[in-house]
Each structure stands twice: as structure tokens, then as C-alpha cells.
């Protein structure tokens, strides 16, 4: 079965269509890049995907594994393994990284009726995968993504991506922001996660990433719909062209 | 007319009240006078009404309508009740742990309840009602004596019964908090306490006032003022907790004058009560001293909450910090009024006010003023106001991450709250702010 399967998606925000009939379909163990311009709708799809309030679904539908998705509220999307890695992640002054990664991960765990985790195992984990990252310790100790740079709070939801293990990770412009040795590390940390059962969405503006990230699939979007689709060769073809044939096909 | 009407019958009543207290009251001679006075005085002006400045937002007319007849002097039941509500409240985690209580029960002080051999030498205890009676003691109606002529604290002055009278010697480092516990055991009636801390020079010290309902008892008035002189490099942790019953109305004032380098840190908490205004009148008297006020007003239902904060700069050199937060929900009212006063001699004056309500329903109001009052050139003052719902990009952002709606809420709710509460410097009462408001959250509904 589909992993996730996007049929005929068509979105408004304020009365405004934005998505006009979307489709996507990504099985377990695909690597997905989506690329277009600004303002394509990008964002919107991933946002939509992980159960933003203010975008108004106006036809079509969502299956993860088969369940509707836009009936799960955000959270049980969430604990049924669906991920976004922001393009913006938030400053959330006053909750400790820490607190706020422990209480996410035993949230959904509860969720899924597994047990809590002990304090041990996850210090264990959570150590671990930030080393990986080069994400030193007291950057945990303060407020989520308060005061870090924007290479941190990028490794900071890879982090997160490592700690919760979900099945569809949706990376939202991860390379934004990031120089190259800042890129470099945080895509090991992504292919340090690609697995046969778990899919990837890589949106991103920029063919670079991709040479970091290697996809099995590279969707092209332009003004609120998937204008074309291929392998990883569409992406080169798209840096030398650029968006603008798209932008006026669509 | 209405306002008319309201006000003689409340003054009415209240004459009534004043003439059957009388015999209770403590004090003969010019105590006596000073207390007639002060009645004559509350009985001109009556309850606040929204048209007095200092109370345009709490409007005692409308909240309280009336003062209700003095809480008899305790009999044995009702002491036993105090003590099982006191007990029961240090089991509930809703008493700072290892703290000196003296324990005030219907607006009498109760040796019984109380721990005052605890602590030690350097420490005087005696009681207001002890103080006034004391026939060497005919000159100390001062004691009923403040600064201002709001008329609750005339009421107070007219009306009080008892409270604590605390001296502690220059150099004291007291080791554990004294804890003032208001302990209400009747229904449909009010006390009227006073208590004076004289703290010596350098003295370190920690101070926690309470307020509690015993099961059963409604609809109890509050009328409490506390007097605080902090000595010469004193330092003051200051924390004045309103949690009682949910039909509870509590009116507290804080008079706290502050001599050369003393640090004071006050804290309010309000987390229950009907209505609860807790004023705080603050002098800058000596210079080099330091304020830090802040405190959490937590209201729901159709709770009203006011926390009111003079901040007066006599001299220069003084630095005050104040941080208040509201989290108001369902249908409930939270005010925070502020000013800071400079005065022409207080120059070098570093103040500062913020004040933030979160709203959490719709219908949940606040008020926030906090206002400056310069007559010095060379000061560095600002204040800051803000109220608003809870940021929807972050609660996503939590929700995103398997949080529920109510968990992601909490957190956030929670993260607001500490960064007034982290400003608590006593540990043991910084765990006891944390825990009281912990608990207004897993009751949210
Ligand atoms: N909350 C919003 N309100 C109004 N317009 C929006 C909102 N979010 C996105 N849009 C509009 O939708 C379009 C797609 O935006 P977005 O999904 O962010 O694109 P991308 O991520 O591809 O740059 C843009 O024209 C943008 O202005
Ligand atoms: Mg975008």
C-alpha cells in the first residue's frame, strides 16, 4: 500500500486557491524532491499535509497508509508517524529544548499505547543523535530555538526527525539558510535515516541539496499544481533551464 | 439613584457592623480614637466605586456589594478546624514546606497553631491586639496608621482585630520562611487583620502570606494589610499567596518602604478567590536599593483578579523591576495596575514595569496600565503592556510534534508563567509558586 497518496488536492487560504488539484503518490522507501519557485505552494502542500489550521480543503483527499488524514488533528498525525521539518521552525521561549523533546516523544508514544521511555534511554538517544548532528549540549538546555542560528534550529528538527522516528518525513526547505558544511551535515543526518520503510518529501528551491540527497523522484510544482515529473536527472535539467517554462505552462 | 441608593445601604450596614465589633476590638485611649476616626473616614468615602481612579477596574460596589459582620472570635470547633485545614494544606503541597507558621484563624491569632518557638531569639513575635492592649503601649496607634487614604485600608485601621507584629534583629539570617497562614472557618463574614515585619539592618529573610478557606466555609472577606520596613542591605524574599475559596474575597495591601541597599523581592500569586485585589505600595526610601516585583494571576470562572503596583523613588540611585502575568480564562477578569513614581530627588532611577495577560477564551478579559509619573531629569523608566491569545504558530508547531491540544496549551501557558515565577530567588518558594500554578492548569477544563 501507498504511504501516502495525494489525490486531486485542491486548497484555499482566505478565498484564495492555492492548491488547484494536487496529486502525489509516495510509497515506503522513496526519496520524493519537490521543487518549483516561490510562492508555488510548496509549503502550503506541507502544511496541509501535517494539519495546519487556516488552509480550507476544498476538494480531493489525503490517505496515509490507507486513513483519511485530514479527519486526524495534527497530534495523531503526528504519533502516526508523519513529520514536517519546518522551513520556519518556531522560538518557543520559556520550554526547554529538552522538556519539549521528552514530552513530544513520550506523547506520541503514548499515543501509539508503547510505554514511556526512561530517563536513561532517552538522555542515551537524545545524546547520540545530537552528537551525530554536531548539535552540542547546552544548545538543549535553552529554549526551543531560542537565540539558535539558522543551521541550528534546521539540525534542531532533524533532530527531532531522529528522536521520533516517523515514516514520512516532509522537509520543507531544510537547505535554506545553511552554508555548505552546515548542508553537508545535516543531509548525512537525513540519509542516516533513509530506510526501505521509511519515505522522505524534500521540498527545496534549489537543485544542490539534492546532490546531497539523492531522490528516486523529482516532481517540478508551479502555481499550485505538479507540472511535471521524473528522475533525478529532472533536477539538473531544471538548473540549467530554471522555473520560468513551467511558470507559464501552468 | 443606584449608586446612591448602594452606598447608604452599605454604609448603613456597615455602621452596623463597626457598633457590634466594637467591644472586640483591641486598643483603648487614642487607639480607640484612631480607630473612630479611620471609620469616620471609610464611612465618608464607602465601598470603591469605578469612578475612584485606583479602582476604576475593581469596583467594590459592584463585587462585594456589602461588607459582611465580623467572623466571631473563634470558639474550640472552630480552632480544631483551623488546624485539620492546615494540616490538610501542608499534605496538599499548598503550604511552603518548612516554613515558621503563625497562624491567624477568623482574624485572631492563634499561639496554638502557630510555631513561633521555632524561630529562635532574633526573632519577635507578638500580636497586633497584645501591642494595642498594652496599656505602656497607648502611643502605638501608629500601627493602624499608613500613608494613604484608600478607603479599604481605613476599614482595616477601623476594623482590625489581630495580626503579627514581627521584629528581627540587625544581622539575622533566618534559615527556614515565616509563613503567615489567614485561616477563614465561617460562612458569610469577614476579618480585618494588620501586620507589621521590621526587619534590621543586613537581615536575610524569607516571607510567605496565605490565605485558606477550611471546607464549608463561603463566601469570607478578606481584609488584610501588612506593614514591611526592609533595614539597610536587608534582603527580602516576599510572597503573598492568594489561593482560598473559589467565592472568597480577598483585599490585601502591602506597604513595604525600603532603607539604603536593601533588595526586595516580592512576589503575588493569585490563583483563587472570587474577587482579590492585592495592592502594594512600594518606597525607594534609602538609596541603592532594589525592587523586583512580580507575580502570576491566575483567573477563570468569572474570578476577578487585580494586582496593583505603586512603585514610589524617593531617592536616587534606586532600581525597580516589575513583571506581572495574567492567564485569564473562561469568563474571567484579571487587572494590573502599575505606576512608577520618580521623584524630583530621584535621579539615576532605573525603572522598569511589564505586564502581559494571556487570554484564553473569548470571553476572558484584561485590563493592563501600568503608567510612569517623572519629576526627575536623569532616570531610565519605561513600561510595557500586552495582552493576547496564545501564539497559533507555536501551538501548531507543539501539535505538529504529538502534542494534544490541551498538553501543547499547558506547555505554553506554563512557559509564560515562568518567566515571572523564575524571578522567585527563594528556592522553596519558587517549587511552591511552580506547584501552585501546576495545578491551576491540570484543573483547566
Ligand atoms: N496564510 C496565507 N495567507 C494568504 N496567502 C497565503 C498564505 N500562505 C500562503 N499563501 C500564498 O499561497 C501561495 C503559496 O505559498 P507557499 O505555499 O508558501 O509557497 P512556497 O512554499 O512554494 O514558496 C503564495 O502566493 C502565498 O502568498
Ligand atoms: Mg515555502
Not at chain 1, 547520540?128 to 538543549?140: A, C, W, Y
Not at chain 1, 515514516?167 to 535554506?176: H, K, N, T
Not at chain 2, 482585630?161 to 514581627?166: F, H, R, S
Not at chain 2, 502575568?325 to 502599575?338: K, L, N, P, Y
Request: net charge negative; aromatic share 6%.
Amino acid at each position: 500500500m501507498a504511504l501516502l497518496e495525494v489525490k486531486d488536492l485542491q486548497v484555499r487560504v482566505e478565498d484564495r486557491e492555492i492548491l488547484h488539484g494536487l496529486s502525489l503518490t509516495v510509497n515506503p522507501g522513496e526519496v520524493h524532491a519537490i521543487m518549483g519557485p516561490n510562492g508555488s505552494g510548496k509549503s502550503t502542500l506541507s502544511h496541509v499535509i501535517a494539519g495546519k489550521p487556516g488552509y480550507e480543503v476544498t476538494g480531493g483527499q489525503i490517505l496515509f497508509r490507507g486513513e483519511d488524514l485530514l479527519e486526524m488533528a495534527p497530534d495523531e498525525r503526528a504519533a502516526k508517524g508523519v513529520f514536517l521539518a519546518f522551513q520556519y521552525p518556531v522560538e518557543i521561549p520559556g520550554v526547554a529544548t529538552m522538556n519539549f523533546l521528552r514530552t513530544a516523544l513520550n506523547a506520541q508514544r503514548k499515543a501509539r499505547g508503547e510505554s514511556e521511555y526512561s530517563t536513561p534511554d532517552f538522555l542515551k538517544k537524545v545524546r547520540e543523535v545530537s552528537k551525530s548532528l554536531n548539535i552540542p549540549q547546552d544548545m538543549l538546555k535553552r529554549g526551543v530555538n531560542v537565540g539558535f542560528s539558522g543551521g541550528e534550529k534546521k539540525r534542531n528538527e532533524i533532530l527531532q526527525m531522529a528522536l521520533f522516528e516517523p515514516s514520512l518525513c516532509i522537509l520543507d526547505e531544510m537547505d535554506s539558510g545553511l552554508d555548505i558544511d552546515a548542508l553537508r551535515i545535516a543531509a548525512d543526518g537525513v540519509n542516516a535515516l533513509r530506510s526501505p520503510e521509511r519515505a522522505m518529501v524534500v521540498i527545496t528551491h534549489y537543485q544542490r541539496l539534492l546532490n546531497y540527497i539523492v531522490p528516486d523522484f523529482v516532481h517540478v510544482m508551479a502555481k499550485g499544481s505538479v507540472v511535471k515529473t521524473g528522475g533525478k536527472e529532472l533536477a539538473l535539467e531544471l538548473e540549467g533551464s530554471g522555473y520560468a517554462q513551467f511558470e507559464h505552462a501552468a | 439613584m443606584n449608586l446612591v441608593l448602594s452606598k447608604t445601604d452599605s454604609g448603613r450596614a456597615v455602621s452596623n457592623v463597626f457598633v457590634k465589633a466594637n467591644g472586640r476590638l483591641p486598643g483603648a485611649g487614642s487607639v480607640a480614637d484612631i480607630r473612630a476616626r479611620a471609620f469616620e473616614a471609610y464611612k465618608r468615602a464607602g465601598l470603591p466605586h469605578r469612578r475612584i481612579e485606583e479602582w476604576k477596574y475593581t469596583d467594590l460596589r459592584v463585587l462585594m456589594h456589602h461588607v459582611l459582620p465580623l467572623a466571631p472570635q473563634p470558639d474550640a470547633a472552630a480552632l480544631a478546624r483551623a488546624r485539620a485545614a492546615v494540616a490538610q494544606a501542608a499534605v496538599e503541597k499548598r503550604a511552603v514546606e518548612g516554613a515558621a507558621k503563625l497562624v491567624l484563624v477568623d482574624g485572631v491569632f492563634s499561639p496554638n497553631l502557630s510555631d513561633i518557638a521555632e524561630l529562635g531569639q532574633s526573632v519577635n513575635v507578638r500580636t497586633l491586639r497584645e501591642v494595642l492592649d498594652d496599656p505602656a503601649n497607648e502611643g502605638r496607634g501608629d500601627l493602624l496608621l499608613t500613608t494613604t487614604t484608600d478607603a479599604v485600608i481605613s476599614l482595616n485601621a477601623a476594623m482590625v482585630t489581630d495580626g503579627v507584629v514581627i521584629t528581627v534583629t540587625d544581622g539575622t539570617e533566618l534559615c527556614r520562611p515565616i509563613q503567615i497562614v489567614h485561616v477563614a472557618t465561617t460562612s458569610s463574614a469577614s476579618s480585618f487583620t494588620r501586620s507589621h515585619l521590621r526587619l534590621g539592618k543586613g537581615v536575610q529573610a524569607a516571607v510567605v502570606e496565605s490565605f485558606v478557606a477550611v471546607e464549608g466555609a463561603r463566601n469570607h472577606q478578606a481584609n488584610d494589610a501588612v506593614i514591611v520596613s526592609v533595614g539597610e542591605a536587608a534582603n527580602l524574599d516576599h510572597l503573598h499567596v492568594m489561593v482560598g475559596g473559589a467565592d472568597a474575597t480577598n483585599i490585601s495591601s502591602g506597604f513595604f518602604v525600603l532603607e539604603a541597599s536593601a533588595k526586595l523581592k516580592l512576589f503575588s500569586m493569585n490563583c483563587g478567590g472570587a474577587v482579590s485585589r492585592y495592592q502594594a505600595f512600594i518606597t525607594l526610601a534609602g538609596e541603592g536599593s532594589e525592587l523586583s516585583a512580580n507575580g502570576i494571576n491566575l483567573v477563570r470562572d468569572k474570578q476577578h483578579g487585580d494586582t496593583t503596583l505603586i512603585v514610589d523613588h524617593v531617592v536616587p540611585h534606586c532600581t525597580s523591576r516589575a513583571n506581572f502575568r495574567a492567564a485569564v480564562d473562561d469568563r474571567g477578569h484579571s487587572v494590573f495596575q502599575g505606576r512608577i513614581i520618580v521623584r524630583p530627588d530621584a535621579q539615576k532611577t532605573d525603572g522598569r514595569m511589564m505586564t502581559r495577560a494571556l487570554l484564553l477564551s473569548d470571553e476572558a478579559e484584561a485590563d493592563n496600565k501600568p503608567e510612569l509619573d517623572i519629576c526627575a531629569d536623569d532616570v531610565t523608566c519605561g513600561h510595557g503592556a500586552a495582552s493576547g491569545a496564545l501564539d497559533e504558530a507555536l501551538l501548531f508547531y507543539l501539535r505538529a510534534r504529538g502534542l494534544s491540544e490541551k498538553e501543547a496549551q499547558a506547555l505554553l501557558i506554563q512557559a509564560f508563567l515562568g518567566e515571572a515565577i523564575e524571578e522567585i530567588a527563594d528556592r522553596t518558594l519558587r517549587e511552591f509558586a511552580i506547584l501552585q500554578a501546576e495545578r491551576w492548569l491540570g484543573a483547566r477544563g
